[in-house]
T-cell receptor, first 113, second 109 residues
Framework: DTEVTQTPKHLVMGMTNKKSLKCEQH?????MYWYKQKAKKPPELMFV???????INESVPSRFSPECPNSSLLNLHLHALQPEDSALYLC????????????FGSGTRLTVV | TQLLEQSPQFLSIQEGENLTVYCNSS?????LQWYRQEPGEGPVLLVT?????EVKKLKRLTFQFGDARKDSSLHITAAQPGDTGLYLC?????????FGDGTTLTVKP
């Protein structure tokens, strides 16, 4: 299995809602990532988990809360989001050595209304 | 902070033409990756270059890593409509990667 699976594919949520994005990989990768991507722009790093521990938080607002329940799963909990948070949220995984590159999921298209 | 400048930002060409995309930085990277992203999908890794001066070929795509490991280029020969997409370079530095701003390529039939 060489895929990163993200659910849901599309999500519309109100500014008072609580929702979660899910990501799963079975490649044995020990690093997992959340990226945010706006249209025609490069992915922006949000969080990095290495060996199931949060290693990088790129000063992301607390309304985004990551969780890594085990080495195969990564969640992103969303609460009280703003319309400007609407974007494509990408999950990725990699070997511990990132020189091998990332495997990205197809993303969750999030719209905050 | 390591910055990667990618050029051109947009490129629209006819099927059969050749093109080159550039990725430049003042920083040295341990490796550099190229990705292609189609609308509604995540980026897909095309290649990783590691050694200064390295050249890799993937069918009609040729990737080069600069001698000083600060820059890279992607050359596409005889572009096809299926090559349309967002091309991203990513330089690997200490602990994380830096993405270029991307090149949106449109190949018209």
């Amino acid at each position: 299995d060489t895929e990163v699976t993200q659910t849901p594919k599309h999500l519309v949520m109100g500014m008072t809602n609580k929702k979660s994005l899910k990501c799963e990989q079975h490649m044995g990768h020990r690093a997992m990532y959340w990226y945010k991507q706006k249209a025609k722009k490069p992915p922006e790093l949000m969080f990095v988990y290495s060996y199931e521990k949060l290693s990088i938080n790129e000063s992301v607002p607390s309304r985004f809360s990551p969780e890594c329940p085990n080495s195969s799963l990564l969640n992103l909990h969303l609460h009280a989001l703003q319309p400007e948070d609407s974007a494509l949220y990408l999950c990725a995984s990699s070997e511990a050595d990132i020189n091998y590159g990332y495997t990205f999921g197809s993303g969750t298209r999030l719209t905050v209304v | 902070t390591q910055l990667l400048e990618q050029s051109p930002q947009f490129l629209s060409i006819q099927e059969g033409e050749n093109l080159t995309v550039y990725c430049n930085s003042s920083s040295v990277f341990s490796s550099l990756q190229w990705y292609r992203q189609e609308p509604g999908e995540g980026p897909v890794l095309l290649v990783t270059v590691v050694t200064g001066g390295e050249v890799k070929k993937l069918k009609r795509l040729t990737f080069q890593f600069g001698d000083a490991r600060k820059d890279s280029s992607l050359h596409i020969t005889a572009a096809q409509p299926g090559d349309t997409g967002l091309y991203l370079c990513a330089g690997v530095g200490p602990g994380k990667s830096t993405f270029g701003d991307g090149t949106t390529l449109t190949v018209k039939p």
